[in-house]
């Protein structure tokens, strides 16, 4: 069943996105500069550069949140409080994404454009609201690689007179980098799809950025706002998008592949 | 620098049960001691006070009495780090890290301030010859430790142990997982070391305890629920030939544990 429906998604999209690859030309499609579709200019790399910046930004916050969230579940948290902390967790996983763009409208849009500068809504704003959204991936999967590091390690290293600090950063961490990594890579591929957060928060201006707070357009939130009323070419051209983003993720997915194989044989 | 472990009327507790109930013991300098015993009595939780490490694998561990080391009670104030530096300890499986053979020993001399890398070298080979391996390693200190097998990994532990200058080193039955033949290395390389270390080794081969020890501390709890007693110590010869306890005897004898 999952076969044949990905195998559908992908022949569809791509059937209904690859004439405008032909018409305007892979080159210009991927590196123009300019996304002016009802204009006739179809160049997405001001959307590609949104979106590798917002999820690069998410990556900084979420991503080593995250990962420190795993380290002091795994190992620091009493079990008291494991719990609690766990469930605060996936709660936060369970947070419809419209709610996370709602709370950066109201609250963190404010605090940026009172401290920071410019209209408050942009890449920075993006990323936070995606670094939060992205948190509970990384940490359920980073923990699970931390924890499964055999304790016998752990009692070694403590037996050797090391503290915490260095047994959990010098022998727990590198042994689960792997799993570490995996959990970095599913975060950033949550990142790149999410949608509707990022189109409440990041301005929608498919511009080429010269700061962080600036305005930009990614491809999801692109393809969702114009999907509304394009027609013609730019309908088309919002499929070309899709098949670019399918192709990011896949690539994604594959490098977990090779990361895995990788590890496994050094082992 | 070898020292002398004292334990003097001691009281363990995981929680609200008692584990050890009025141990008294002293364990010689230059000495192989071995615990042996049924499981359960309480031998391993004897073994882990000495580096204080009960109190990582369970919450809310208690000990009354004292424990001394080199007269000096670790259960006083002292330092865990420099605690743990000072008493090495090798596990029932071979444990080695995730690292490269040299990476394993170097790693405790390392954090411990030992900047140099000729100082690190020369550790290194000091102490996988004095755990009787460097000849098996020496072509391979980049290889990962992983790559051993078992008999030479767990000799790596002990070279990982020894390379931080231990007082004590403890030993939980280092040759449970272990066949014949690297099991018989493991013993013949406890025997050399004893002339620097103090070695408690917990075992549950009474033949292994007759091999290699000098002095023999049976335990035995009498049910589940009931603490730990020490029921005899003294010298190996005369625990396994004519013990003083018939409790000893009958448990040597096989009759039961």
Redesign the interface.
Same mark, same amino acid.
């Given at each position: 069943m999952a076969v044949v429906g990905i195998i559908l998604i992908f022949t569809f999209v791509i059937s209904a996105g690859l004439p405008l690859f032909f018409k305007v030309g892979p080159y210009r499609f991927l590196f123009g500069m300019e996304w002016r579709p009802t204009g006739g200019q179809f160049g997405i790399l001001p959307l590609i550069l949104g979106t590798l910046l917002v999820v690069a930004g998410a990556l900084v916050v979420g991503g080593s949140a995250g990962v420190v969230t795993a380290i002091f579940l795994s190992e620091l948290c009493p079990q008291v409080l494991k719990r609690t902390f766990k469930v605060v967790v996936e709660l936060l996983a369970g947070i419809p994404s419209v709610v996370y763009g709602f709370f950066g409208i109201i609250v963190l849009i404010p605090f940026i454009r009172s401290q920071v500068g410019g209209s408050g809504y942009g890449i920075l704003s993006a990323s936070i609201i995606l670094g939060i959204m992205i948190l509970p991936t990384v940490t359920a999967i980073a923990e699970d690689a931390v924890s499964s590091v055999p304790i016998d390690y752990k009692l070694a290293g403590l037996s050797l007179g090391a503290t915490d600090w260095q047994t959990i950063r010098q022998v727990i961490l590198p042994a689960a980098t792997g799993g570490i990594a995996t959990a970095l890579v599913l975060g950033i591929g949550r990142a790149i799809g999410e949608t509707m957060a990022v189109l409440m928060v990041i301005g929608n201006a498919p511009q080429i950025p010269d700061s962080l707070v600036k305005p930009v357009s990614a491809l999801t939130s692109t393809i969702a706002l114009d999907m509304a009323y394009a027609s013609g070419d730019h309908r088309t051209a919002l499929f070309a998008i899709a098949i670019v983003l399918l192709l990011i993720i896949t690539l994604l997915l594959i490098s977990i592949r090779l990361l895995h194989a990788r590890l496994g044989s050094a082992e | 620098m070898a020292s002398e472990v004292k334990f003097e009327k001691v009281d363990f507790y995981y929680g609200a049960f008692k584990a050890i109930d009025s141990l008294q013991l002293t364990i010689l300098a230059r000495k192989v001691s071995a615990f042996i015993g049924p499981s359960g009595c309480g031998k391993s939780t004897v073994l882990r006070m000495v580096?204080r490490?009960n109190e990582? @694998?369970a919450?809310r561990t208690r000990l009354e009495g004292r424990v001394l080391i080199a007269d000096e009670n670790i259960y006083d104030g002292v330092d865990l /780090?420099?605690? !743990? *530096? *000072? @008493?090495?300890?090798v596990?029932q !499986?071979p444990? $080695? /890290? $995730? *690292?490269t053979v040299y990476e394993n020993i170097a790693?405790?001399p390392r954090?411990?301030g030992v900047k140099r890398t000729d100082e690190l070298d020369e550790i290194v080979e000091k102490s996988l010859k004095r755990a009787a391996l460097w000849d098996q390693v020496k072509n391979k200190l980049k290889s990962?430790a992983?790559s051993l097998s078992g008999g030479q990994q767990q000799r790596l532990?002990i070279a !990982?142990?020894i390379a @931080?200058n231990p007082e004590v080193l403890l030993m939980d039955e280092p040759t449970s997982a272990l066949d014949p033949r690297a099991t018989a290395r493991i013993e013949d390389l406890v025997e050399e070391l004893k002339a620097d270390y103090t070695i408690v080794i917990v075992t549950h081969s009474m033949q292994q305890a007759a091999r290699i020890s000098d002095s023999t501390a049976f335990f035995l709890s009498e049910g589940a629920g009931r603490p730990g007693r020490l029921i005899e110590f003294g010298e190996t010869e005369r625990v396994f030939t004519n013990p003083s306890s018939r409790l000893t005897e009958k448990y040597i004898t096989g009759r039961f544990g």
């Amino acid at each position: 069943m999952a076969v044949v429906g990905i195998i559908l998604i992908f022949t569809f999209v791509i059937s209904a996105g690859l004439p405008l690859f032909f018409k305007v030309g892979p080159y210009r499609f991927l590196f123009g500069m300019e996304w002016r579709p009802t204009g006739g200019q179809f160049g997405i790399l001001p959307l590609i550069l949104g979106t590798l910046l917002v999820v690069a930004g998410a990556l900084v916050v979420g991503g080593s949140a995250g990962v420190v969230t795993a380290i002091f579940l795994s190992e620091l948290c009493p079990q008291v409080l494991k719990r609690t902390f766990k469930v605060v967790v996936e709660l936060l996983a369970g947070i419809p994404s419209v709610v996370y763009g709602f709370f950066g409208i109201i609250v963190l849009i404010p605090f940026i454009r009172s401290q920071v500068g410019g209209s408050g809504y942009g890449i920075l704003s993006a990323s936070i609201i995606l670094g939060i959204m992205i948190l509970p991936t990384v940490t359920a999967i980073a923990e699970d690689a931390v924890s499964s590091v055999p304790i016998d390690y752990k009692l070694a290293g403590l037996s050797l007179g090391a503290t915490d600090w260095q047994t959990i950063r010098q022998v727990i961490l590198p042994a689960a980098t792997g799993g570490i990594a995996t959990a970095l890579v599913l975060g950033i591929g949550r990142a790149i799809g999410e949608t509707m957060a990022v189109l409440m928060v990041i301005g929608n201006a498919p511009q080429i950025p010269d700061s962080l707070v600036k305005p930009v357009s990614a491809l999801t939130s692109t393809i969702a706002l114009d999907m509304a009323y394009a027609s013609g070419d730019h309908r088309t051209a919002l499929f070309a998008i899709a098949i670019v983003l399918l192709l990011i993720i896949t690539l994604l997915l594959i490098s977990i592949r090779l990361l895995h194989a990788r590890l496994g044989s050094a082992e | 620098m070898a020292s002398e472990v004292k334990f003097e009327k001691v009281d363990f507790y995981y929680g609200a049960f008692k584990a050890i109930d009025s141990l008294q013991l002293t364990i010689l300098a230059r000495k192989v001691s071995a615990f042996i015993g049924p499981s359960g009595c309480g031998k391993s939780t004897v073994l882990r006070m000495v580096n204080r490490t009960n109190e990582l @694998v369970a919450e809310r561990t208690r000990l009354e009495g004292r424990v001394l080391i080199a007269d000096e009670n670790i259960y006083d104030g002292v330092d865990l /780090f420099s605690l !743990r *530096k *000072k @008493v090495g300890m090798v596990f029932q !499986r071979p444990n $080695p /890290f $995730p *690292k490269t053979v040299y990476e394993n020993i170097a790693w405790a001399p390392r954090i411990h301030g030992v900047k140099r890398t000729d100082e690190l070298d020369e550790i290194v080979e000091k102490s996988l010859k004095r755990a009787a391996l460097w000849d098996q390693v020496k072509n391979k200190l980049k290889s990962s430790a992983l790559s051993l097998s078992g008999g030479q990994q767990q000799r790596l532990c002990i070279a !990982r142990s020894i390379a @931080v200058n231990p007082e004590v080193l403890l030993m939980d039955e280092p040759t449970s997982a272990l066949d014949p033949r690297a099991t018989a290395r493991i013993e013949d390389l406890v025997e050399e070391l004893k002339a620097d270390y103090t070695i408690v080794i917990v075992t549950h081969s009474m033949q292994q305890a007759a091999r290699i020890s000098d002095s023999t501390a049976f335990f035995l709890s009498e049910g589940a629920g009931r603490p730990g007693r020490l029921i005899e110590f003294g010298e190996t010869e005369r625990v396994f030939t004519n013990p003083s306890s018939r409790l000893t005897e009958k448990y040597i004898t096989g009759r039961f544990g």
